[in-house]
């Protein structure tokens, strides 16, 4: 079995524990899943469903994929934050084999994406993101991964989601009240060829209880927006820090990066530090206003053993939390 989550002192030994089989779950946090699960094809949008349809391979061509629109594209292009210091800039380039790209097509037959990262996982199929890119209850069709997508490329062949795993409190809270929670484990099928997506493209550590300072964090990210196309992901590399929120509707403290040209379509990507195995990931861009409201500046929920819990979940193919009945789009 590969090392499938990089973690320091204690937290090591009790996810040990718990990869060998000895407990479902983390008793120090809140039940990530739902005790029941949806069945057949209903919405067909990754809550423990299994997609027949067209195969994703086929519909997914460059052109869709260059027209796909952001899942979320919160932040605006045309206002960037003051800042004290010197911005990074950021760079386009063809993209890392473990980073990719969510696509799937809406309830208007709109196509979307959203970023996510590989990581390794005793059954090579696990990928993180952003909860508030796969939050909504609406129907999501062809919904696939694309590791390293680039130019309309998909390098590394294309991959269909099996389950998507979110805390049921960013269900229930929404993506400001719950903003805590903002990320998601998404357990994938494998490619048509049979190959897991980890087999191919190699996967990063999941690092919970990070701390917030951190010199060198690489930040990647698929930007986008409807004016413009944005054929290659960004990369930057900057620092973090803790930021307390100051909205009293989006609680919580948060990763902050600054990085130039982040604009709306970053949610999803990756924060990564350098670690013994080559890169670890101690957050997504996302949590506070889903990832922040200005595109030098960009956010990311703080991963604990909540997170551990839904990579737990994901591993052992538990249902996932679903929206409950009397839920809103908040």
């Known amino acids: 079995m590969s090392r499938p989550i990089a973690v320091r002192g204690r937290y090591a030994l009790l996810l040990t524990t718990l990869l060998l089989g000895l407990s479902p779950t983390l008793a120090a946090a809140p039940p990530a899943h739902a005790a029941n699960a949806p069945h057949g094809h ?37 206002a960037p934050r003051p800042a004290t210091a010197a911005t990074p800039p950021s760079h386009p380039f063809d993209g890392l084999p473990q980073v990719g790209t969510f696509f799937w097509t809406d309830g208007s037959n709109t196509g979307r994406f959203c970023g996510g990262t590989v990581v390794r996982s005793p ?22 991964f694309v590791p390293q997508y680039h130019d309309g490329r998909k390098p590394h062949g294309i991959y269909p989601i099996e389950r998507s795993y979110l805390d049921q409190r960013y269900y229930d809270l929404g993506t400001n009240a719950g903003a805590r929670w903002d990320y998601a484990v998404v357990r994938l099928g494998a490619r048509e060829d049979g190959a897991e997506v980890e087999e ?24 986008g927006n409807k004016d413009t196309t944005h054929p290659k992901p ?35 990507g990756p924060f990564l530090v350098r670690d013994f195995t080559g890169y670890a990931l101690i957050g997504v861009i996302g949590g506070y206003h889903t990832g922040g409201d200005f595109p030098d500046v960009s956010y990311s929920s703080y991963f604990t053993a909540d997170t551990l819990a839904l990579y737990l979940h994901a591993v052992h193919g538990d249902p996932p939390a679903t929206p409950r009945q009397d839920d809103s789009s908040r």
């Not at 996967?203 to 698929?222: A, Q, S």
Request: proline fraction near 8%.
């Open 200 to 223: 191919v493209t190699g996967g990063f550590g999941l690092l919970p209880y990070p701390g917030y300072d951190h010199r060198n964090v690489r930040l990647i990210g698929y930007p």
């Open 42 to 78: 209903g919405h067909g949008h990754g809550h423990g469903l299994r997609l027949a349809a067209e195969p994703a391979d086929t519909y997914w061509t460059p052109q869709r994929m260059r027209a796909a629109r952001p899942a979320a594209a919160r932040k605006s292009s045309a």
């Open 234 to 268: 960004l990369d930057c590399t900057s620092s973090t820090h803790r930021y307390t929120s100051t909205d009293p509707a989006a609680p919580g403290d948060f990763l902050e990066i600054a990085c130039a040209g982040y604009i709306g379509g970053t949610s999803g």
């Open 123 to 144: 059954h090579r199929n696990l990928v993180v993101s952003a909860a508030h890119c796969l939050r909504s209850p609406d129907p999501k069709r062809h919904l696939s």
